[in-house]
């Protein structure tokens, strides 16, 4: 990789959005927020995040650890907040806007052995710094704003070459190219009945001890901030006191743009540029979003059975499309997370007697497959909505192999040697022209099969009606594959194979058939869902809810 060079860029422009006191501030909400306020009036926008771990990608780590992994069509496994930049701007993320410490390292390390850097002292300054200015600033088409967020807090040791890297980008671009965003936070102290601004004024002298003064402070508070405060945190840190700007907690997170918009953040972003704002940008669909999820005209339960039930980000994107299929319904989507260990064995279903709908998500392992192979037959047998979304359809292909054709053995390789493996491990498939081989006890990190793959539906089937075409496109990521050589077998059973991929060889999408809305994916249609364009499926998923609820 050559030394960073601002002149191949061309006219992008820059915001890079860093976080301090504490984590989980909504860093990446606020980030996704801003360029969905920049399209309305009419702008380009790309969001990036730098992730100063120092795992090449967060695909090795446990959801309980970093919550879901967000995949992309180009097959990056990817931090969950590119799901939000996706959702809100409807920008498809790529493996070029996610970098962590170790994807650097390797690269700078990979470069060192080739003997590119002959001669040289290899360090921090000016080596990585550069590869992370490099990555920052790669891959863009013309767009006119690159949102750029800092994962981690200002203060953490190894944040550091980030932040010096975004400094010197901001030098190197100047202020009419670049500016800073810090989101911090105001904590109520309800001892004293006040809201409290030191920690926002000790975070922003963090920020400056590097070397960077932000231009907009978004802080984050559970109630409006009074004027006079606003004014103290603004002279404590060099800004007009309408660039400090609050977020309040909010009901339903779609809220956000219009709150920010409603405090002028997109228009004293774009002045700061020499832009000049629309006077009416276009907000109506996040309007009508809200309305919707406010004030909806019903209400289903769908009960989610999984593995990571206690950490809600494990399914991020899930549940957003949930919700997303509820805004297409006008319906509220309320979610029921049911431990699959609970019913386990011969463990009580109790928890989806009265749901209207039961879905099985992705998920590794076998703790907990009793329970959602249970869960799919209880669907089934019951007649209840069901969606099985990869480990999910796994699951209920096992549960139709074993008591509908009568495959007692039927199991899954991931869970060890199995005499019937209906699911069994991926090792060779197709990608475009190229064929992809694996093999068991191969490498961990980045072997799935991952990204998005081609299918084709059966015209008459209901996904097909649901897509409302035969050609689809989705988003994969998983190491097994429900076995083809047991089609036949469980078609005549009833387990219809309704989507394949263009070569037959693997199974996307089988249907239940005489049930009112069985369907398992082998892919991950969560990660396309939008709230302004619901995915199909989740549509769909939830009408078959509703009606179902009527039923009852
Ligand atoms: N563990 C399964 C596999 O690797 C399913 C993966 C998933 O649900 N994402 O095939």
């Given amino acids: 990789m050559p030394p960073f060079q601002c002149e191949g860029i061309g006219l992008t422009r820059f915001i890079f959005i860093t976080g301090g006191v504490v984590s989980s501030l909504g860093k990446g909400l606020t980030s996704a927020a801003i360029g969905a ?37 180009d097959g990056a496994e990817t931090d969950l907040d590119l799901g939000h930049y996706e959702r809100y701007t409807g920008v498809a993320a ?40 490099n990555f920052t600033t790669a891959d863009l088409h013309g767009e006119d704003f690159v949102l750029c967020e800092i994962g981690g807090t200002v203060g953490d040791i190894e944040g550091l070459p980030f932040l010096e890297a975004i400094r010197q980008l901001g030098y190197d671009l100047g202020p009419d190219r670049s500016m800073f965003v810090h989101l911090t936070l105001v ?14 004024q000790h975070s922003v002298k963090e920020l400056q001890r590097v070397g960077i003064r932000p231009d907009i402070l978004v802080c984050r508070c559970d109630r409006d901030i009074p004027e006079g405060l606003r004014r103290k945190i603004a002279l404590s840190c060099n800004l007009k ?6 977020a309040v907690d909010v009901d339903t997170i779609y809220q956000v743009p219009l709150d920010y918009h409603q405090q002028g953040i997109e228009a004293q972003i774009l002045r700061y540029f020499g832009l000049e704002p629309k006077p009416d940008p276009d907000l109506d669909s996040w309007h009508e979003i809200v309305k919707r999820i406010r004030k909806p005209e019903g209400e289903v339960t769908v009960a989610i059975v999984g593995k990571y039930t206690g950490l809600h980000d ?8 949930l919700h997303h299929g509820g805004i297409a319904n006008n319906t ?36 907990g497959s009793d ?33 509908l054709a009568g495959i007692s053995t039927a199991g899954s390789s991931e869970f060890g040697p199995c005499k019937d493996p209906i699911v069994g491990l991926l090792t060779e498939w197709r990608q475009g022209d190229d064929v992809q081989r694996r093999q068991a006890g191969g490498n961990l990190g980045g072997t799935m099969r991952l990204g998005a793959y081609p299918a084709l539906l059966e015209k008459d089937s209901l996904a097909a009606k649901i897509y409302g075409t035969t050609k689809i496109s989705e988003r994969h990521r998983h190491r097994y594959e429900v076995n083809v050589n047991y089609k036949e077998q469980l078609e005549a059973a009833g387990l219809r194979f309704c989507g394949m991929s263009p070569d037959k060889a693997l199974p996307e999408v089988v249907e239940l058939e005489g049930h009112p809305w069985f369907v398992g994916v082998q892919f991950h249609p969560e990660l396309k869902s939008r709230p302004f364009a619901p995915h199909p499926l989740f549509a769909s998923f939830i009408a078959a809810a509703l009606e179902q609820s009527r039923l009852v």
């Fill in 187 to 200: 904590p109520y102290l309800s001892a004293v009945g006040e809201l409290k601004t030191k920690p926002t």
């Fill in 94 to 133: 790529a493996r070029s806007d996610n970098v962590t410490t170790g994807r650097i390292y390797s690269e700078v390390l990979a470069q060192e052995r080739r003997g590119d850097y002959l001669g040289g002292t290899v360090q921090v300054v000016p080596h990585v710094t550069d590869a992370i200015k």
């Fill in 37 to 73: 306020l920049l399209q309305a009036h009419g702008y380009t926008v790309r969001v990036r995040k730098l992730d100063p771990y120092l795992n090449v990608d967060p695909g090795t780590m446990s959801p309980y650890e970093h919550g879901e992994v967000f995949v992309t069509d």
């Fill in 332 to 367: 509220r989507v309320k979610l029921e997370w049911v431990e699959a260990d609970v019913f386990g064995g011969n463990g009580s279903v109790q928890a989806l007697e009265d749901v209207d709908g039961i879905l099985v998500p992705g998920g590794f392992g076998e703790r």
């Fill in 371 to 403: 329970g959602k192979i249970r869960a799919a037959r209880f669907a089934r047998e019951r007649r209840v909505p069901f969606f099985g979304i990869c480990f999910g359809m796994q699951m209920a292909v096992i549960d139709a192999a074993r008591e």
């Fill in 314 to 321: 494990a399914y991020k994107s899930l549940g957003e499309a």
């Fill in 241 to 246: 006191p309408e660039a400090v700007v609050q």
